[in-house]
């Protein structure tokens, strides 16, 4: 009876989305006896979808008969994958890069190649590894968590051990005096090698270079279309909401227990640097996930093939979300080299649900959402969505102007609903504590809202624009000349440099 109530449910929550109107959504079934959360998904060049599952497992999904089949197990807690072009499949476990090949052609992996583990592990639960990118060059690049206070180290550990820092060895492991100490050792620590930093690594594994910096719990990586490095990070100390990075080599990202590895860091404890020059040191962020609007737990970034989605969203990159139901599409933009974004809901209010940790596009362009919790909010299995080929009114692209901004959209604007938009802007405090609320919050007046002469453009004169905050503008009264809903109806712009 309560599977018939949820499947009734489900049913009138598709129909009465305007999503639906334009995406079918299914559940794949899950594979027996497998605990179905979803920590890597990669398309193979035959069209079949590998996967990679919290307990070890990696599977084949056969989307013609739909049937599971083992490729490999016994992996520990993969975040992250890449098929390689002989079909063997880079696996991004908690302690290596691991290539799994099948040199026999039975479908199953038969040979586990150590490709890197040249990084420290302390033992503690919350040190994850994600990865691998893969560049133009065939260079992999890996990013890995810091630890949390929430529990000390283990007596064994793996990598060399960093005495920057308040507490000893002795009370960073399990059995000295963790619970008096803990607060001393900062929220999150990365006491043994690299924790918090992107790895590059030559593509035959032989070669490591410390890349970048100041990563706290990255569950992102990857390249856009334009080959610049993206990765999203989660809210925390020192993330006052979650960031979107686009990563360069040297940079510093904020989180400062990473510093304690850099190789000419002068010897400071990273929690007794002056909050104003860590800041002063740190990257920007090309975007920001406000908490509990837009996004919780950003994950995975993927570029959308052509025929997957409308013309105008291929070669965008669309991101994961855990725990909000939606992903995220980002709109790239440039202000004198300076890459900005902004970040753009995808099917909030659709039968989507939680938990969308990983993305990979099927060769009809299906997408197919793999999900997890991991005791947090979430889900479990995998969606598949996809689009019927019919257009709908969206927000396409989206650009800074000295006065504001010009908004395209797919169809003409009805310029009646227009005097219904809402634009704001905040910034937030960067700071030691875990997330910040918005900071100089203001409503901005609209000063004037023009339409271009086919009535896709929209050019929103705001008197300015606030370098260094964070713009929402709100378009949920937004309808097309047409009538139809805009799908798609916020936008978060950070202003990292506003034009002149």
Avoid: C
């Amino acid at each position: 009876m309560k599977s018939a109530i949820l499947l009734l449910a489900l049913f009138a929550t598709a129909h009465a989305s305007p999503w639906a109107d334009h995406f079918t959504f299914e559940k794949i079934p899950n594979p027996p006896g497998i605990d179905p959360q979803v920590g890597a998904m990669e398309t193979m060049k035959d069209g079949r979808i590998a996967v990679a599952f919290h307990r070890g497992e990696v599977m084949i999904f056969d989307q013609a008969s739909g049937s599971w089949s083992l490729f490999a197990s016994g992996l520990q807690e993969p975040l992250g994958m890449l098929v390689e072009k002989d079909g063997s499949i880079l696996v991004m476990q908690r302690a290596e890069l691991t290539r799994l090949k099948d040199t026999d052609g039975d479908g199953s992996a038969d040979e586990y190649q150590t490709v890197f583990d040249d990084f420290g592990m302390s033992g503690n639960y919350h040190e994850f590894a994600y990865g691998p990118a893969k560049d133009a060059e065939g260079n992999l690049f890996i990013v890995l968590g810091i630890a949390s206070n929430g529990a000390p180290m283990a007596a064994e550990i793996r990598g060399g051990f960093s005495e920057i820092g308040l507490v000893d060895r002795a009370g960073m492991t399990v059995g000295g005096e963790w619970g008096k100490l803990k607060n001393k050792a900062g929220r999150m620590y990365a006491r043994v090698p690299w924790r918090g930093w992107v790895l590059k690594i030559s593509p035959d594994g032989s070669k490591m270079e410390p890349y970048a910096s100041g990563f706290r719990s990255p569950n992102g990586i990857g390249f856009d279309a334009a080959g610049r490095l993206l990765i999203t990070d989660n809210q925390g100390d020192w993330r006052p909401t979650s960031p979107l990075y686009d990563v360069k080599r040297g940079g510093f990202y904020g989180h400062p227990a990473s510093l304690v590895w850099k190789k000419d860091w002068d010897g400071r404890m990273p929690l007794q640097v002056p909050v104003e020059e860590l800041d002063a040191m740190q990257h920007p962020a090309a975007g920001f996930f406000p908490q509990g609007e837009l996004a919780n737990s950003p994950t995975w970034p993927v570029v959308i093939p052509k025929g997957a989605l409308p013309e105008a969203m291929a070669g965008q990159t669309l991101i994961g979300e855990m725990n909000q139901p939606t992903l995220v599409r980002v709109l790239n933009d440039e202000v004198d080299g300076v890459f900005q974004t902004a970040l753009v809901p995808m099917f909030f209010g659709s039968p989507l649900g939680l938990g969308n940790n990983r993305i990979a596009f099927g060769k009809d362009g299906s997408m197919y959402v793999g999900k997890t919790a991991l005791s947090w909010a979430g889900d479990k299995g995998i969606a598949r969505v996809k689009w019927d080929g019919k257009p709908f009114f969206s927000l396409d692209a989206m650009k800074a102007l000295p006065g504001g901004f010009a908004l395209k959209f797919s169809e003409p604007v009805d310029p009646a609903t227009l005097a219904k938009i809402v634009v704001r802007s905040h910034t937030y405090k960067y700071h030691a504590a875990y997330g910040s609320p918005k900071v100089d919050e203001q409503e901005m007046q609209v000063k004037a809202a023009k339409l271009s002469a086919d009535g896709k453009t929209l050019t929103l004169d705001l008197g300015g624009l606030r370098q260094g905050y964070l713009h929402l503008v709100d378009m949920t009264a937004l309808k097309s000349a047409a009538g139809g809903p805009l799908l798609g109806d916020k936008a978060w712009y950070q202003v990292v440099k506003a034009p002149k």
